[in-house]
């Protein structure tokens, strides 16, 4: 039991949540802003020789640059609005749970708005970190895509590890 008052909670829920989210953001525009000030999209730049690699890049799919095709934008519009509803319906139904499960839905929170903002402001997102050798590389990614992927695997292994099992009562 908690000697939090049930207000006090609910605030640093929420202030938790924020500060995450927002800590997320401004680490994702702040890169992205010195990626598309330094280089040409296209052009890379090693950061542990062929292994990590800053490398800009327009992706006009989903994280890790999947699902490209024409006309996607309206139906990547309405994921970030699904992710972002789903956010909230979590943040309510943990109430009273766990401050990290609140930082944890911060990630979530943060990566959709900060690859939100690149689609609303350009029409893409952009992306500058590749992984690989050579020509076998992972999809190049961002701090955004980063914050999303680190959040679902923490909010599964959340769920899956510390959440109780509610088991079906017996009908009488």
Do not use: C
Not at 38 to 56: K, M, P, Q, S, T
Not at 128 to 141: A, E, K, L, Q
């Amino acid at each position: 039991m908690s000697s939090v008052a049930p207000r006090d909670q609910q605030r640093a829920e929420l202030a938790v949540l924020g500060l995450t989210a927002a800590l997320v953001v401004a680490a994702d525009q702040l890169t992205k802003a010195a990626v598309v000030g330094a280089l040409e999209v296209g052009d890379r730049v090693g950061l542990v020789g062929d292994l990590v690699l800053i490398w800009h890049v327009r992706n006009s799919g989903a994280a890790f640059s999947l699902f490209q095709f024409e006309g996607s934008l309206l139906l990547f519009y309405a994921v970030h609005v699904v992710a972002l509803g789903m956010v909230a319906w979590f943040h309510r139904g943990f109430r009273g749970r766990s401050l990290w499960l609140q930082a944890i839905l911060g990630l979530l929170l943060g990566g959709s708005i900060g690859n939100l903002i690149d689609r609303i402001r350009q029409g893409y997102v952009t992306d500058f970190v590749s992984v690989g050798i050579g020509d076998v590389r992972f999809p190049t990614w961002n701090i955004a895509d980063a914050g999303i992927t680190v959040g679902i695997v923490l909010l599964v292994a959340y769920l899956v590890l510390f959440e109780p099992r509610h088991t079906a009562e017996p009908s009488a």
